[in-house]
T-cell receptor, first 114, second 114 residues
């Protein structure tokens, strides 16, 4: 069964600090992995998308890594800001023609305090 | 582009009533998805369409749920009759097929069934 596990479930950090969120998946066959940010009361917004051959991808202060061998990904947030407070969701797509089945993690709820 | 547009944003209805949620995908996108999000289960795929044709409806909980996409710019998700356990946020999302393309989510329809 395809699964995506995220850790920690929740995290509280002080403004300006760095943090790393983890994602382990058992989706097969693998196509790509996406990280989404979901602000409270809003829809998820894409941060990064990584394919099998990509190890690292950055989007501003967000850096995602992917280890396809161990089926792990991380999202590193540098110099956190209050606006980073949100839920971060890891999503993995399995490959297969026009199949668009995505497996979602339950998210990590990040709170950045002043 | 205005993004994926959903309506209503919020709905409170009584058990047994019919609920219709609406979605306008981004112009040119050929896939449309309906998701449900709850605290307990996270984001779950209900159904998705490719070029207006339903591809996978295995996530639709039961016969009370139905979805249609009469044309490329409009889709509905209907619940009849509604029950309190249907209370959740329902997201519509769309994407244009292509490597590395991003799925765009609407802002969600917050449904409360009392």
């Amino acid at each position: 069964k395809n699964q995506v596990e995220q850790s920690p479930q929740s995290l509280i950090i002080l403004e300006g600090k760095n943090c790393t969120l983890q994602c382990n998946y058992t989706v097969s066959p693998f196509s790509n992995l996406r990280w989404y940010k979901q602000d409270t009361g809003r829809g998820p917004v894409s941060l990064t998308i990584m394919t099998f051959s990509e190890n690292t991808k950055s989007n501003g202060r967000y850096t995602a890594t992917l280890d396809a061998d161990t089926k792990q990904s991380s999202l590193h947030i540098t110099a956190s800001q209050l606006s980073d407070s949100a839920s971060y969701i890891c999503v993995v797509r399995s490959s297969g023609g026009s199949n668009y089945k995505l497996t979602f993690g339950k998210g990590t709820l990040l709170t950045v305090n002043p | 582009d205005a993004g994926v547009i959903q309506s209503p944003r919020h709905e409170v209805t009584e058990m047994g009533q019919e609920v219709t949620l609406r979605c306008k995908p981004i112009s040119g996108h050929d896939y449309l998805f309906w998701y449900r999000q709850t605290m307990m289960r996270g984001l779950e795929l209900l159904i998705y369409f490719n070029n207006n044709v339903p591809i996978d409806d295995s996530g639709m909980p039961e016969d009370r749920f139905s979805a249609k996409m009469p044309n490329a710019s409009f889709s509905t998700l209907k619940i009849q009759p509604s029950e309190p356990r249907d209370s959740a946020v329902y997201f519509c999302a769309s994407i244009k097929q292509g490597v590395g393309n991003t799925i765009y989510f609407g802002e969600g329809s917050w449904l409360t069934v009392v």
